[in-house]
């Protein structure tokens, strides 16, 4: 597993680096600036005849490519990717197929190039938790690490991207594997740590948002970072509302092939860039201006709500993209309006509208996800202020609590739950029944035991006419002597001193099941062993009363779900 964690944590920050050398790219050539979004009204220097009207085509023309290329080849790679990697955990044993990789960075790059106002954070997640499955499949590995390797990509993704190698482990516990254990913490790790070290070599040590530095003016303040919180986290529910009442408008509105849709879509959003040049693409940028205190707070207002819009349109048209930096940047221009405001009734005893601005950040993430650790950590490590960590917190707590009041999903799992997917239903249901079944409720009748001074020539022989690769021994009085493996039958074969020998001389004892153990207890035993099926004993552990296979305990499984 470490090792397996060191090569997915280096394919997942070469992964983003090749992801984001493609969107500089496509960006480059659809609009002919790094990154449009601060570039204003102007023309684009390939096309300067038609001038800014060039954001018409741009979304059009990207469409044109990524969306047959998702229809055909990947349709999970539309969207914003981070709930199909939670699905993919908790209900398909992290099994992702592996054109995802290629699809989805291709597909995002392309979006997010031609103008797609959505972020490259949940599509890298996607991309190095499908490296993550793929090579865990290559690998064979069992189901539970699989999880953990596809976790390991995605905090890998976030590690690289964001030159946060705190919080790419946090975001993998939090939200794709929603367990903390010491091996997955240890796996995700490893991997964070390898992907930030890649990243780092080439994108460079510093944080990922250069700020001016801020400090609180008096311990005053806190109240004010408290109804921070509680503004912005609705913000950030308000945004998720937002997100898939256009989907559904757009679902509503589209009669065509899909293919074809983020083309005909781009039109509006073509429109919308038009309008607000400062929509194109992630938009980082703008962000950093807005906290610095280049904006007046109307267009603060104007681009907190233009962005919740523009983010919507490009996910509802079919296009791929994440939600996580637009909800730092609805954040950022929320949280600096509110300190415009503050700032102006209590200009002496309050900090630069900014501070609120980069606390905005992760209330909105906190609100819009519930992710609360990750919130926190992701914006320390993204500006280095240390000074921001304790008001960061109050608002964060305050924003995850007025989620949870005014909605039953995030902006995540709802996603899953309008297709009929409860992610809590799946990991706790299944998890519940296998605490209230026990053993002998589900338990197969006993294969023909052997006894204990059967000769090994004719063990084979049961064993070659069993269905199982294993037998249980018994003696003359019915008491359990251990089993016999067709592994151990052959080895003893190809000794010639044992042509007299006896089951009893080759038995092995596999851990034991009774007939009172839940099968949550039983499924542990099953995942140590080789076997297909184990014994069942009575009470007392010294008679076979029954047979446990891996099949029964599924079956038990799929009946919950």
Same mark, same amino acid.
């Given at each position: ?35 449009y979004?601060? =570039? ?9 005849w ?35 990697v ?9 099994r ?10 291709? =597909? ?21 938790? =499908? ?15 699989l ?34 254990t010491a091996?997955?913490?240890g ?28 400090t ?10 408290l ?38 879509g ?12 400062q929509m ?5 940028p ?10 007046a707070?109307?267009?603060l ?27 730092l ?15 102006h009734l209590?200009?002496?005893a309050t ?17 819009a996800?519930?992710?609360a ?8 490590e ?24 005014l ?6 799992t709802r ?49 070659w ?9 018994v ?44 099968l ?8 140590r ?14 008679i076979?009363?029954?047979?446990l ?13």
């Amino acid at each position: 597993m470490a090792l397996l964690a060191l090569i997915i944590g280096a394919g997942a920050g070469g992964g983003a680096i090749v992801f984001r050398w493609l969107i500089v790219t496509f960006t480059r050539l659809f609009s002919g600036h790094d990154d449009y979004s601060g =570039a204003g009204h102007v023309a684009n220097p390939h096309l300067p005849w038609l001038g800014p009207w060039f954001v018409l085509a741009a979304p059009v023309v990207a469409g044109l490519i990524y969306g047959p290329l998702v229809t055909k080849f990947a349709p999970e790679a539309r969207g914003h990717g981070v709930p199909e990697v939670m699905y993919a955990v908790a209900a398909r044993g992290g099994r992702i197929p592996p054109q995802v990789t290629v699809v989805k960075a291709l =597909a995002s790059a392309l979006c997010i190039g031609g103008g797609g106002s959505v972020g490259r954070e949940g599509p890298i997640v996607q991309i190095g938790s =499908a490296w993550g499955s793929s090579l865990g499949r290559l690998t064979r590995v069992r189901e539970n690490r699989l999880r953990v390797l596809v976790a390991c990509g995605a905090a890998g993704g976030i590690a690289a991207t964001f030159n946060a190698p705190i919080a790419g482990p946090f975001f993998a516990m939090e939200l794709i594997l929603r367990d903390f254990t010491a091996e997955s913490f240890g796996a995700v790790v490893l991997s964070s740590v390898t992907a930030s070290v890649i990243g780092r070599a080439a994108f460079g040590n510093s944080p990922f948002l250069d700020l001016p530095a801020f400090t609180l003016r008096s311990g005053w303040e806190y109240p004010i970072f408290l109804a921070l919180g509680i503004v912005i986290g609705a913000v950030g529910v308000g945004f998720g509302r937002v997100l898939y009442w256009i989907e559904d408008v757009c679902d509503w509105a589209w009669r065509g092939p899909e293919w074809l849709r983020p083309a005909v879509g781009g039109v509006v959003l073509g429109g919308l860039l038009l309008v607000l040049p400062q929509m194109y693409g992630v938009g980082y940028p703008v962000l950093a201006r807005a906290v610095d205190g280049r904006y007046a707070l109307w267009l603060l207002v104007v681009l907190m709500l233009g962005k919740m819009i523009a983010t919507s349109l490009t996910i509802g048209i079919g296009g791929s993209g994440g939600v996580f930096a637009p909800s730092l940047f609805i954040g950022a221009m929320g949280g600096t309006a509110f300190g415009v405001v503050v700032h102006h009734l209590f200009p002496a005893a309050t900090a630069a509208p900014g501070l609120y601005g980069l606390i905005g950040m992760g209330a909105a993430f906190a609100g819009a996800t519930r992710a609360a650790i990750t919130a926190v950590i992701i914006l320390f490590e993204l500006t280095g202020e240390y000074t921001i960590i304790l008001p960061l917190m109050l608002a964060v707590v305050a924003a995850t609590g007025v989620s949870r009041l005014l909605s039953d999903d995030t902006i995540y799992t709802r996603k899953l739950t309008r297709r009929g997917v409860n992610l809590d239903a799946v990991h706790h249901g299944s998890t519940a029944r296998l605490e209230r079944s026990t053993v002998a409720s589900v338990m197969e009748p006993i294969p023909n035991p052997i006894t204990v001074d059967t000769p090994i020539e004719q063990a084979s022989r049961a064993l070659w006419l069993s269905a199982n690769g294993i037998l249980p021994i018994v003696g003359s009085d019915d008491r359990y002597h251990g089993c016999v493996t067709a592994r151990a039958i052959a080895e003893a074969l190809s000794d010639s001193e044992s042509d007299h020998a006896t089951v009893g001389e080759i038995a092995v004892m596999p851990p034991r099941i009774t007939e009172t153990a839940t099968l949550a207890e039983a499924l542990d035993v099953l995942a140590r062993s080789d076997s297909t099926g184990l014994p069942v004993l009575d009470r007392g552990g010294h008679i076979v009363v029954g047979w446990l296979t891996h099949r029964a305990v599924l079956t038990t499984v799929q009946g919950t779900r």
